[in-house]
T-cell receptor, first 117, second 112 residues
Framework: GAVVSQHPSWVICKSGTSVKIECRSL??????MFWYRQFPKQSLMLMAT?????????EQGVEKDKFLINHASLTLSTLTVTSAHPEDSSFYIC?????????????FGPGTRLTVL | AQSVTQLDSHVSVSEGTPVLLRCNYS??????LFWYVQHPNKGLQLLLK??????LVKGINGFEAEFKKSETSFHLTKPSAHMSDAAEYFC??????????FGTGTRLLVSP
């Protein structure tokens, strides 16, 4: 199956700093990627849709100036958490869809655990 | 609005016994539905998907799910649980614009 990677797998940073998370589709191209966050023992919540070559679209309630998304190529999307604060600590997961002939199937990265001190 | 509801937050079974994880959906049209599994510290893995081709869908690791329109259900089953099946399971709905809506998850606990 299709493989999506994320880097780093975990990161610890100080409050006020910015953190960049990379999401790569390794064996397929993705014009669209998605970013989710997952709090402990909770479900995944879609944050934004990353569109190659254009602006990301954000879900209601997600601050676009805090969570900067760049989709510079067909295999790479980045999420930058700017001026991170402890409440931004979470598990961030990306996904990328591929078409299998009948439907789009999303493949997920392994996630990045962000801890803001 | 389209959504999925996972009826149990936790399910406990003994190894070798059947597994049933329940999911109901709400949709005004024929949905695309998925089951994903999340093992601790691992990424989400697709177990199976329903796309209207067949109501009984077989997935990986012996799991299957049946789409029942009359009951708006898409329950996940496995005849015999294995210790390695212990994980978090998500029933997921696709909006048709590639966006996914996740259920709240069911934690499957398997005891020896």
């Amino acid at each position: 199956g299709a493989v999506v990677s994320q880097h780093p797998s975990w990161v610890i940073c100080k409050s006020g700093t910015s953190v960049k998370i990379e999401c790569r589709s390794l064996d397929f191209q993705a014009t669209t990627m998605f970013w989710y966050r997952q709090f402990p023992k909770q479900s995944l919540m879609l944050m934004a849709t990353s569109n190659e070559g254009s602006k990301a679209t954000y879900e209601q309630g997600v601050e676009k100036d805090k969570f900067l998304i760049n989709h510079a190529s067909l295999t790479l999307s980045t999420l930058t958490v700017t001026s991170a604060h402890p409440e931004d600590s979470s598990f961030y997961i990306c996904s990328a869809p591929t078409w299998d002939g009948t439907t789009d199937t999303q493949y997920f990265g392994p996630g990045t655990r962000l801890t803001v001190l | 609005a389209q959504s999925v509801t996972q009826l149990d937050s936790h399910v406990s079974v003994s190894e070798g016994t059947p597994v049933l994880l329940r999911c109901n959906y709400s949709s005004s049209y024929s949905p695309s539905l998925f089951w994903y599994v999340q093992h601790p510290n691992k990424g989400l893995q697709l177990l199976l998907k329903y796309t209207s081709a067949a109501t009984l869908v077989k997935g990986i690791n012996g799991f299957e799910a049946e789409f029942k329109k009359s009951e708006t259900s898409f329950h996940l089953t496995k005849p015999s649980a294995h210790m390695s099946d212990a994980a978090e399971y998500f029933c997921v709905y696709s909006t048709g614009f590639q966006k996914l809506v996740f259920g709240t998850g069911t934690r499957l606990l398997v005891s020896p």
